[in-house]
């Protein structure tokens, strides 16, 4: 589904927000996981053994690339092949991945050793020379590259005019080298998590422009990385065959095969896992309650990236006065938010105050300061002089005048319709009026081409000022930088959707994006998101939660984060008794 960009641009590192297929098609931006804990039920308990065949779903996609291919469910699936230098952990702190340790210097360089047990697939060694070529080949990739976009996004407003200066490589040895920024940032460690490729499968002789061409060719593309599975056979639309790989420096996975099992969709991704052809599948919507009947499935729920927000028009006079903040903090109590997320997403989302996902390493105490309070809310609007003058059940302002917001929102989407809906019920009862600025029924005969009409209209309106309140949502990275959303030198970018503009939250975003060490960061942005508190400029909802859906033979430690489905899966096991031969019931 085409969204106009406006609506569609992220809010940093599009890697982790947006792999919605090389082929464009969208599936609701859900494929992304964090990390869930398996509950085992079973009285019986039993050991890891070795052995046994794994089917996971992906979606069409034209590259086995990982340097080219935007597919979501290939990106999960490419990290069972390839490596970065670093990870992020479940809180989405930096981890050593192909990086045994580093030291950050004063002027941000990197000094990086590796670890130096590492093998590629065809059994050469990994070096240095493997990952200043792999950065090399991203500088000589169109700007469109997603790993180009990725650094690029990380920059957010402060973007460099050539993204290629920002990364600059020294190598010392065979197994250390330094990393030179052009511009020191926050996230300069979480830039360094692209796939890493084997130099010597691309260069004949010395490296050069042709080298980096062959690396980034999407057609008849071999896999080959240092992860915990090797690539044996790609069937073009039709499957994707691993192997364990027995000299994994970790240890052999202990289950044999994987087999990637293309399918069109994701909902029939969902159709082939209800049937028993493949062992994983998403949820899809918010009633998944019903795979509780089945004794093969295990349900997965987590907090999924999916954001939504309250946003104000601060190029109105009404949301950008001086004490406009109490009318804001009004419009917060006054949602009743965890009755949003019983009725409308049936108990499956998580509340937060914050546009920082609930898990992250960053999050501060303050995530849930507003709670659903209309004395508070009232409080509020008295502080801002306003009353009730004609006894209708509706404010006036400080100066007798009506108040009427209009509400703005894309209500061809169901779940946000029913969001809004309430939304708009609330403050009303609250005294403060508003009125609906979409249609409040979906048609029967809704098609891809009446949403994207919808979504220009909304665009439109957006891009005039013509709102009061946006009813929106993001994907959240687990990279925190939220200066897209919130500078000022944003707003002409298109992701300051809102137009706020606040000399006191520049620099605080900007002391936030500069910090040199991981402990500064962490202090800048607990002063940060109290501003974020004080101000308002967002009322954050809730993050939607999301669920996988897994067959019961997988055990062990199972577990993802928030974007990596798979991870740790060198350590999930099927035992002997569930190892037999998936019968494929096409």
């Not at 999960?76 to 702190?93: R, T, Y």
Request: aromatic content about 12%; proline content about 3%; glycine content about 6%.
């Amino acid at each position: 589904m085409k969204l106009n960009k406006i609506l569609l641009i992220l809010l940093i590192l599009t890697i982790f927000l947006s792999f919605t297929g090389c082929n464009r098609k969208d599936d609701g931006g859900s494929n992304i996981f964090e990390v869930f804990e398996v509950e085992e039920k079973d009285d019986k308990e039993y050991e890891p053994e070795y052995g046994g065949k794994l089917i996971l779903p992906l979606t069409n996609f034209t590259t086995l690339n990982p340097l080219t291919c935007e597919n979501n469910s290939y990106y999960h699936f490419s990290k069972l092949i390839f490596e970065s230098l670093f990870d992020l952990d479940k809180n989405f702190q930096i981890e050593n991945q192909l990086a045994d340790d580093y030291a950050i210097y004063s002027d941000g360089t990197i000094a990086i050793k590796l670890k130096e047990n590492v093998y590629w697939h065809d059994g050469q060694k990994f070096t240095a020379e493997d990952v200043a070529f792999t950065i090399n080949v991203i500088k000589h990739a169109k700007n469109d590259n997603v790993y180009k976009r990725m650094w690029s996004d990380l920059l957010g407003p402060f973007s460099i005019s050539n993204i290629n200066s920002l990364i600059n490589v020294k190598i010392i040895d065979d197994y250390n080298l330094e990393i030179k920024f052009g511009k020191i940032f926050s996230n300069n460690l979480e830039a360094l998590t692209f796939p890493i490729i084997p130099k010597h499968r691309f260069t004949v002789g010395s490296e050069d422009r042709n080298s980096y061409i062959k690396a980034l060719k999407d057609d008849n593309y071999i896999p080959v990385g240092t992860g915990p599975y090797k690539f044996v056979n790609y069937e073009r639309f039709k499957e994707v065959q691993l192997e364990c790989f027995e000299d994994y420096r970790e240890g052999r996975p202990y289950i044999d095969k994987i087999i990637g099992r293309i399918l069109d969709d994701n909902e029939l991704a969902l159709t082939a896992f209800e049937v028993g052809q493949i062992d994983l599948s998403l949820a899809l919507g918010v009633d998944w309650e019903k795979f509780d009947q089945s004794n093969r499935v295990k349900i997965l729920e987590f907090i999924s990236q999916n954001y939504e927000f309250l946003g104000f028009n601060f190029s109105k006079p009404i949301f950008n006065a001086e004490n406009s903040s109490h009318l804001r903090k009004a419009i917060a109590y006054g949602i009743d938010r965890q009755a949003i997320i019983q009725k409308v997403y049936l108990g499956h989302a998580t509340q937060t105050d914050l546009p920082i996902h609930p898990d992250s390493w960053l999050l501060s105490e303050e995530a849930n300061f507003y709670g659903y309070s209309p004395a508070k809310a009232h409080q509020e609007l008295n502080n801002l002089g306003w009353k009730d003058i004609d006894g209708d059940g509706y404010y006036e302002d400080e100066n007798g005048n009506a108040v009427v917001l209009k509400l703005l929102t894309n209500s061809y989407n169901p779940l946000r319709l029913k969001t809004a809906d309430i939304v708009v019920e609330d403050l009303n009862k609250l005294g403060i009026r508003v009125i609906k600025d979409y249609p409040d029924k979906i048609p029967n005969n809704l098609t891809e081409e009446m949403v994207e009409e919808q979504w220009e209209k909304i665009n439109t309106k957006v891009l005039k000022g013509d709102y009061d309140l946006l009813l929106l949502g993001w994907n959240i990275s687990p990279v925190t930088e939220l200066s897209s959303i919130f500078h000022s030198s944003a707003i002409g970018m298109g992701t300051n959707i809102i137009k706020y503009n606040s000399v006191i939250m520049d620099q605080m975003l900007e002391a936030a994006f500069n910090s040199t060490s991981r402990e500064e960061k962490q202090k800048n942005y607990e002063i940060l998101q109290s501003q974020i508190i004080k101000e308002l400029p967002y009322i954050s909802l809730f993050f939607r939660n999301n669920a996988v859906l897994m067959d019961k033979k997988i055990m062990g430690d199972v577990g993802s984060n928030f974007y990596n489905i798979y991870k740790n899966i060198a350590n999930w096991y099927i035992p002997k008794e569930f190892q037999e031969e998936k019968v494929d019931k096409n």
